[in-house]
Nanobody, 127 residues
Framework: QVQLVESGGGLVQAGGSLRLSCAASGRSFSTYTMGWFRQAPGKEREAAAAISWSGARTSYADSMKGRFTISRDNAKNTVYLQMNSLKPEDTAVYYC????????????????????WGQGTQVTVSS
Protein backbone atom coordinates (compact mmCIF):
# COMPACT_ATOMS: atom_id res chain seq x y z
CA GLN A 1 0.00 0.00 0.00
CA VAL A 2 1.10 3.54 -0.67
CA GLN A 3 2.01 5.49 2.44
CA LEU A 4 2.14 9.26 2.57
CA VAL A 5 3.80 11.37 5.24
CA GLU A 6 3.35 15.13 5.39
CA SER A 7 5.76 17.55 6.96
CA GLY A 8 6.49 21.26 7.03
CA GLY A 9 3.49 22.51 8.91
CA GLY A 10 3.75 24.88 11.81
CA LEU A 11 2.86 28.27 13.17
CA VAL A 12 3.29 31.31 10.98
CA GLN A 13 2.08 34.89 11.07
CA ALA A 14 -0.36 36.21 8.52
CA GLY A 15 1.42 37.11 5.33
CA GLY A 16 4.09 34.53 5.87
CA SER A 17 4.97 31.40 3.96
CA LEU A 18 5.29 27.69 4.53
CA ARG A 19 6.36 24.85 2.30
CA LEU A 20 4.68 21.52 2.92
CA SER A 21 6.21 18.27 1.79
CA CYS A 22 4.65 14.89 1.26
CA ALA A 23 6.94 11.90 1.07
CA ALA A 24 5.50 8.81 -0.56
CA SER A 25 6.60 5.25 -0.09
CA GLY A 26 5.82 2.91 -2.90
CA ARG A 27 6.87 1.92 -6.36
CA SER A 28 4.39 3.85 -8.45
CA PHE A 29 4.46 7.40 -7.12
CA SER A 30 5.19 8.86 -10.52
CA THR A 31 1.97 7.37 -11.91
CA TYR A 32 -0.28 8.97 -9.31
CA THR A 33 -2.26 12.12 -9.39
CA MET A 34 -1.49 13.94 -6.16
CA GLY A 35 -3.56 16.35 -4.17
CA TRP A 36 -3.42 18.56 -1.13
CA PHE A 37 -6.54 18.99 0.95
CA ARG A 38 -7.24 20.76 4.17
CA GLN A 39 -9.72 20.57 6.98
CA ALA A 40 -10.37 23.25 9.56
CA PRO A 41 -12.22 22.60 12.82
CA GLY A 42 -15.93 22.35 12.22
CA LYS A 43 -15.57 22.43 8.46
CA GLU A 44 -15.60 19.89 5.67
CA ARG A 45 -12.42 18.74 4.04
CA GLU A 46 -11.71 20.89 1.03
CA ALA A 47 -9.27 20.81 -1.82
CA ALA A 48 -6.24 23.05 -1.96
CA ALA A 49 -4.48 21.85 -5.10
CA ALA A 50 -3.81 18.87 -7.33
CA ILE A 51 -1.13 17.89 -9.79
CA SER A 52 -1.00 15.29 -12.53
CA TRP A 53 1.52 12.47 -12.63
CA SER A 54 3.82 14.37 -14.95
CA GLY A 55 3.38 17.69 -13.22
CA ALA A 56 2.12 19.22 -16.43
CA ARG A 57 -1.37 19.83 -15.15
CA THR A 58 -2.38 21.52 -11.93
CA SER A 59 -5.60 22.66 -10.39
CA TYR A 60 -6.28 24.96 -7.46
CA ALA A 61 -9.19 25.86 -5.29
CA ASP A 62 -10.28 29.42 -5.90
CA SER A 63 -9.21 30.69 -2.50
CA MET A 64 -5.69 29.38 -3.05
CA LYS A 65 -5.09 30.53 -6.61
CA GLY A 66 -2.20 32.93 -6.85
CA ARG A 67 -0.98 32.11 -3.35
CA PHE A 68 -0.33 28.38 -3.34
CA THR A 69 1.78 26.36 -5.73
CA ILE A 70 1.79 22.59 -5.98
CA SER A 71 4.77 20.79 -7.44
CA ARG A 72 6.30 17.34 -7.45
CA ASP A 73 9.64 15.66 -7.78
CA ASN A 74 9.06 12.13 -8.94
CA ALA A 75 12.72 11.22 -8.50
CA LYS A 76 12.30 11.96 -4.80
CA ASN A 77 8.77 10.56 -4.49
CA THR A 78 7.72 13.88 -3.05
CA VAL A 79 5.00 16.42 -3.66
CA TYR A 80 5.13 19.97 -2.31
CA LEU A 81 2.75 22.74 -1.50
CA GLN A 82 4.30 26.18 -1.36
CA MET A 83 1.99 28.48 0.55
CA ASN A 84 2.52 32.22 0.38
CA SER A 85 0.58 35.18 1.70
CA LEU A 86 -0.98 33.00 4.34
CA LYS A 87 -4.16 34.12 6.01
CA PRO A 88 -5.73 33.10 9.31
CA GLU A 89 -8.46 31.32 7.37
CA ASP A 90 -5.78 29.01 5.95
CA THR A 91 -5.44 27.47 9.39
CA ALA A 92 -6.21 23.78 9.05
CA VAL A 93 -4.79 20.31 9.00
CA TYR A 94 -3.35 19.77 5.55
CA TYR A 95 -3.48 16.31 4.03
CA CYS A 96 -1.55 14.83 1.18
CA UNK A 97 -3.43 12.40 -1.02
CA UNK A 98 -2.85 10.18 -4.01
CA UNK A 99 -4.85 8.33 -6.59
CA UNK A 100 -3.81 6.06 -9.44
CA UNK A 101 -6.73 7.34 -11.49
CA UNK A 102 -6.14 9.19 -14.70
CA UNK A 103 -6.33 12.95 -14.44
CA UNK A 104 -9.88 14.19 -14.59
CA UNK A 105 -10.56 17.88 -14.31
CA UNK A 106 -14.05 17.14 -13.05
CA UNK A 107 -12.91 15.14 -10.05
CA UNK A 108 -9.32 16.10 -9.30
CA UNK A 109 -10.36 18.44 -6.48
CA UNK A 110 -12.83 16.01 -4.95
CA UNK A 111 -11.65 14.10 -1.87
CA UNK A 112 -13.67 11.07 -2.97
CA UNK A 113 -11.43 10.66 -6.00
CA UNK A 114 -8.39 9.80 -3.90
CA UNK A 115 -7.30 6.39 -2.67
CA UNK A 116 -4.54 7.19 -0.20
CA TRP A 117 -4.14 9.77 2.52
CA GLY A 118 -1.42 10.95 4.81
CA GLN A 119 -1.85 11.65 8.50
CA GLY A 120 -1.94 15.40 8.04
CA THR A 121 0.20 18.29 9.18
CA GLN A 122 -1.10 21.25 11.14
CA VAL A 123 -0.81 24.73 9.70
CA THR A 124 -1.70 27.58 12.01
CA VAL A 125 -1.72 31.16 10.78
CA SER A 126 -1.90 33.82 13.45
CA SER A 127 -3.37 37.26 12.92
Amino acid sequence: QVQLVESGGGLVQAGGSLRLSCAASGRSFSTYTMGWFRQAPGKEREAAAAISWSGARTSYADSMKGRFTISRDNAKNTVYLQMNSLKPEDTAVYYCSATPSRWSSASVLRPSAYHYWGQGTQVTVSS
